[in-house]
C-alpha cells in the first residue's frame, strides 16, 4: 500500500557534472530525495522506496543476524540498549523485525549498531567530548544510533546538498543528546582538527579528484579513522578511478586493514587508523 506513494520520478537529477559524481549520485537517487523533501508522505515512508533502497536501508535479515552476534560478543553492554538504538525506527517507514524479546530493529539500524560497536571496541571512552566528521551520512541514521552512546563535542555531516536536507528533516523530528552541522566539501574550508572521521560506502564510491579533495581538508585532518572500503583494490567493487589503497596509506601511514564482518560484497574491507 506505502509503495503507491512513490511516483516515478519525471527527471533524473545530478548534483555534480559528470566527472565529479559518486556512485550514489545517479540521478534516481537525489531526484527520489528532493521528492522525500517536498512531500510529507513520501518522507514519512522514504526506507521503504524501491529507489532508494537501491543505495541504502537495504541490509538484509539474514546480515542483521550476523551483526547482532557480532555485538553481543563485542560489547555486551549494548544489550540493555535496543530500545535506545530503536530510535532510528520510529520515522521514515523502517522495516523493523523481532530478533528476541527485547531486540525489535531494522536490519540498516542493526548495521549502524554494530558500526558503533566496533567504535567502542577500537577506540572506547577516548570518543567522548569527541569532534567527529563523517562522510556520505545517508539520512544520517549512524549519527541518530552514535548519539545514544557519546557526547560528542561536534559531529560534522558531508554529503550532497539535497542529501543533507534530507538529514536535517530526520534528525530535527528527534531530540538529540549532543549536537551535528550539515556541511558540504565546498562549504568547508579544511581548518578544523578532527578526533575520528567515519565514512562507510561512502569515500570509497567517490571519484579520485573528489577523494583527494577530502583527504586534504578533512581525513589528513583527523587524529582516528574508520571507513568501510569498497574500492581501493583490484577486487574492489569499484576498481577503476578510485584513490589505490597504496595511494591512501601513502598519504596516512598508520592505517590498518581490517576484515568487513560480516562481508558486505567481495573485496570489501574496512581501513582504520589512530
Ligand atoms: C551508499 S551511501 C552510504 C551512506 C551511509 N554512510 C551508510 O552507511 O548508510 C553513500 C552516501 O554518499 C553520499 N555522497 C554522494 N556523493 C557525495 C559527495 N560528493 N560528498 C559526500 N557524500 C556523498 C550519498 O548521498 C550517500 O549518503
Known amino acids: 500500500m506505502a509503495l503507491k506513494i512513490f511516483k516515478t520520478a519525471k527527471k533524473l537529477i545530478f548534483t555534480s557534472r559528470e566527472g565529479l559524481r559518486s556512485a550514489s549520485d545517479n540521478g534516481g537517487y537525489v531526484a527520489f530525495v528532493e521528492q522525500a523533501l517536498a512531500d510529507p508522505a513520501v518522507f514519512a515512508q522514504f526506507k521503504q522506496s524501491p529507489v532508494y533502497q537501491q543505495i541504502l536501508e537495504h541490509t538484509s535479515e539474514t546480515q542483521a543476524r550476523q551483526y547482532l552476534e557480532i555485538i553481543a560478543a563485542q560489547t555486551p553492554q549494548f544489550q540493555t540498549l535496543w530500545d535506545k538504538f530503536g530510535i532510528n525506527d520510529l520515522v521514515g517507514g523502517a522495516n523493523v523485525l523481532r530478533f528476541s ?32 566528521a563523517e562522510i556520505g551520512v545517508g539520512y544520517g541514521g549512524q549519527r541518530l544510533v552514535l548519539d545514544q552512546l557519546f557526547p560528542f563535542k561536534s559531529y560534522d555531516m558531508f554529503d550532497l546538498p539535497a542529501v543533507l536536507g534530507l538529514v536535517s528533516k530526520y534528525l530535527e523530528s528527534h531530540l538529540l543528546q549532543s549536537c551535528y552541522q550539515t556541511k558540504t566539501l565546498n562549504s568547508h574550508d579544511g581548518a578544523k582538527a578532527y578526533d575520528l572521521v567515519i565514512s562507510n560506502y561512502a569515500f570509497s564510491e567517490l571519484p579520485t579528484v573528489v577523494q583527494r579533495a577530502y583527504m586534504e581538508k578533512v581525513l589528513k585532518q583527523s587524529a582516528r579513522g574508520y571507513m568501510t572500503m569498497n574500492s581501493g583494490t583490484p577486487d ?15 598519504i596516512i601511514p598508520n592505517t590498518r586493514v581490517l576484515a568487513e564482518n560480516p562481508l558486505s560484497y567481495p573485496g570489501n574491507y574496512l581501513l582504520v587508523w589512530g
Open 236 to 250: 574492489s567493487l569499484y576498481a577503476a578511478e578510485r584513490m589505490s589503497l597504496d595511494e591512501i596509506r601513502s
Open 101 to 132: 524479546e527485547y531486540c525489535r530493529l531494522s536490519p540498516s539500524t542493526l548495521r549502524y549498531v554494530k558500526v558503533a560497536s566496533d567504535l567502542v571496541h577500537l577506540f572506547g571512552d577516548s570518543l567522548r567530548g569527541a569532534h567527529v
